[in-house]
Nanobody, 128 residues
């Protein structure tokens, strides 16, 4: 089992920045690819970003490219999502997810069913 806990959400004005963190426990963090997803009220969950076990591969949704940056610190068992130039449409609950890197190869990293473990999420609200 892997336990994931997100933090760093909050209320920010449009154009502002936030950095989300997701800290893992329970299994060697470096064995897992990590993803961020978000879900706004009344909408389906959508992929935001993903990163491989060593940070060598990253993926972004088109809607966040150039604004969001995913990174990880395996020594701290933490993955980050730096969010800049936030927009009201970024308002959502952001969740991190983990999948064993071996299982991740050949899978769609943007697909929620790929992931084995999920955090509870952190709320991000962007005011206009």
């Amino acid at each position: 089992q892997v336990q994931l806990v997100e933090s760093g959400g909050g209320l920010v004005q449009a154009g502002g920045s936030l950095r989300l963190s997701c800290t893992a426990s329970g299994r060697p963090f470096s064995s897992y690819a990590m993803g961020w997803f978000r879900q706004a009220p009344g909408k389906e969950r959508e992929f935001v970003s993903a990163i491989s076990w060593n940070g060598g591969i990253t993926h972004y949704a088109d809607s966040v490219k150039g604004r969001f940056t995913i990174s990880r610190d395996n020594a701290k068992n933490t993955v980050y999502l730096q969010m800049n130039n936030l927009r009201p449409e970024d308002t959502a609950v952001y969740c991190c997810a983990a999948v064993n890197q071996i299982l991740a190869y050949g899978s769609r990293w943007s697909s929620a069913p790929t992931y084995q473990y999920w955090g509870q999420g952190t709320q991000v609200t962007v005011s206009s």
